[in-house]
């Protein structure tokens, strides 16, 4: 009885939160993709995109194996894709399931190098589909200026027809502030996000379709 109990209480919540979320995506107009390293449970991947969740967002390529399992077909890696075995498992994934959708960041030239150099020899017949990085002075990964980042979505863009730009992406969780000054800066780094972007479709550097 008491695990019956506990179930239902469990279930009731899931209830709630997705009809919550399901309420906040019409109403806003919003596009989700929840990070499913927060509760690595399949079963609440499934429910969220059933409830109109865009994609899947994972860290590592270890939780994206887990959504695989499962069925995932859209599929954002909130980090830059590096070493040899996490890249050839990404580029197995998209060569065996041409309905995969997967997306991950780029911040660097060199790291822009090395996924043009594995999808040319991967050869899948499709582009790999990056966002930008943006982060700040200090921070911990993502370009600091709009220059540097123009730098790499142009490598990106040289990369074409192996690489996509499809996106500019930034993590402001880590901001280093107090509570005072903390809003301050986050609104200073969207801002800052939004330039990027203006400027890389100033400058013709967003892959075709839909950025």
């Not at 960041?105 to 822009?112: C, Y």
């Not at 142009?154 to 074409?160: E, G, L």
């Not at 502030?177 to 301050?184: L, M, S, W, Y």
Request: with cysteine; net charge neutral.
């Amino acid at each position: 009885r008491v695990l019956n109990k506990c179930g239902s209480i469990v279930r009731l919540g899931a209830d709630h939160n997705a009809a919550w979320m399901r309420d906040f995506v019409a109403r806003t107009g919003a596009v989700i993709a929840p990070h499913g390293k927060t509760t690595m449970a399949p079963q609440l991947f499934g429910l969220q995109l059933d409830d109109g969740a865009w994609a899947i967002t994972v860290a590592t390529t270890q939780q994206m194996a887990v959504a695989r399992d499962f069925g995932v077909s859209r599929i954002i890696l909130a980090n830059q894709l590096v070493g040899k075995q996490a890249i050839r498992y990404v580029f197995d994934e998209l060569k065996r399931d041409p309905a995969l959708e997967f997306f991950c960041i780029v911040d660097s030239e060199a790291n822009v190098a090395q996924l043009a150099a594995a999808a040319r020899e991967a050869n899948i017949g499709r582009p790999l589909q990056v966002f930008l990085e943006g982060g700040w002075q200090g921070g911990r990964t993502g370009v600091r200026d709009i220059q540097t980042g123009l730098r790499v979505a142009r490598a990106v863009k040289a990369a074409s027809p192996h690489l996509a730009l499809r996106g500019v992406e930034g993590f402001e969780g880590l901001t280093p502030a107090d509570r005072t000054a903390a809003e301050t800066q986050v609104r200073d780094f969207l801002d800052m996000l939004v330039q990027l972007a203006q400027a890389c479709e100033r400058d013709d550097l967003f892959a075709p379709g839909e950025v």
